[in-house]
C-alpha cells in the first residue's frame, strides 16, 4: 500500500519568514495530494491540493509543488503568521484498487514565533 | 465544514461496553470515512464508503464497525473487542466518482476516552 513520510516534524520560524514542510509517497499511482491544516482540539482544513497532472499551484501565501519523478511534494508558507501555527498533514491518494483512500503523513508542528 | 455533523462531542466507554458515534452529512456527497488519531500522530483509516450499502476496511478495521443505510449518515461503533478506543474520532465526507481523488471535509471529532 501507498506509505507516506512527512518532513520536519516540527518547525519553528520568526514571524515573516518561509516554511518549508516536505512529503514523500510510495506508489507511483498516487494522483492527489491534499495539504490540511489542523488547529489545537479542531477539525483538519484543508489548505491547498494538487493533481498529478500538474506541477506547482499556488494560492496567496501557500504554494504545492510536486515532483512525480522523485515521488515528493512540498508545502511552502511565505511571509507566515502567528495565526499559521497549526499542525499540517499532507496526503497522497493512490487511486487504482485503493479508490477513494487518502493516506497521511505523520504531521508538522509549526510554530509562528511573532 | 458546517456540512458535517459529529456527536457526541466527547463520549466516555466502560469496560465491555460497545459505544456509536454518530456522523451525518448534507453536502449530498456520495463518500464517507472514518479516521482515528492519536496524540502526536497522523490521521488513519477505519472503514470508508463510496455508496450507499457499502464499506470497506481501511488500514486499522479491527474493533471496529459501520453500517451505511442512508447516502447522509455513517455511523461508527466501537467495540468491546477494540481494547485501545482512546483516541479523537474524525468522520469525513467527499463527492464520489469514478477516480475517488476528490478533496475530504471533515467534521469536529468526537474525543473517546475510557472511564
Known amino acids: 500500500g501507498e506509505n507516506v513520510e512527512q518532513h520536519p516534524s516540527t518547525l519553528s520560524v520568526q514571524e515573516g519568514d518561509s516554511a518549508v514542510i516536505k512529503c514523500t509517497y510510495s506508489?507511483?499511482?498516487?494522483?492527489?495530494f491534499p495539504w490540511y491544516k489542523q488547529e489545537l482540539g479542531k477539525r483538519p482544513q484543508l489548505i491547498i491540493d494538487i493533481r498529478s497532472n500538474v506541477g506547482e499551484k499556488k494560492d496567496q501565501r501557500i504554494a504545492v509543488t510536486l515532483n512525480k519523478t522523485a515521488k515528493h511534494f512540498s508545502l511552502h508558507i511565505t511571509e507566515t503568521q502567528p495565526e499559521d501555527s497549526a499542525v499540517y498533514f499532507c496526503a497522497a491518494h493512490a487511486g487504482g484498487t485503493s479508490y477513494g483512500k487518502l493516506t497521511f503523513g505523520q504531521g508538522t508542528i509549526l510554530t509562528v514565533h511573532p | 465544514d458546517g456540512g458535517i455533523t459529529q456527536s457526541p462531542k466527547y463520549l466516555f466507554r466502560k469496560e465491555g461496553q460497545n459505544v456509536t458515534l454518530s456522523c451525518e452529512q448534507n453536502?449530498?456527497?456520495?463518500?464517507m470515512y472514518w479516521y482515528r488519531q492519536d496524540p502526536g500522530q497522523g490521521l488513519r483509516l477505519i472503514y470508508y464508503?463510496?455508496?450507499?450499502?457499502?464499506?470497506q476496511k481501511g488500514d486499522i478495521a479491527e474493533g471496529y464497525s459501520v453500517s451505511r443505510e442512508k447516502k447522509e449518515s455513517f455511523p461508527l461503533t466501537v467495540t468491546s473487542a477494540q481494547k485501545n478506543p482512546t483516541a479523537f474520532y474524525l468522520c469525513?465526507?467527499?463527492?464520489?466518482?469514478?477516480?475517488?481523488?476528490?478533496?475530504?471535509?471533515f467534521g469536529d471529532g468526537t474525543r473517546l476516552s475510557i472511564l
Open positions: 453536502l449530498n456527497h456520495d463518500a
Open positions: 464508503s463510496q455508496i450507499v450499502n457499502d464499506f
Open positions: 506508489d507511483s499511482a498516487s494522483n492527489y
Open positions: 469525513a465526507s467527499s463527492k464520489g466518482g469514478n477516480r475517488g481523488n476528490q478533496p475530504q471535509h
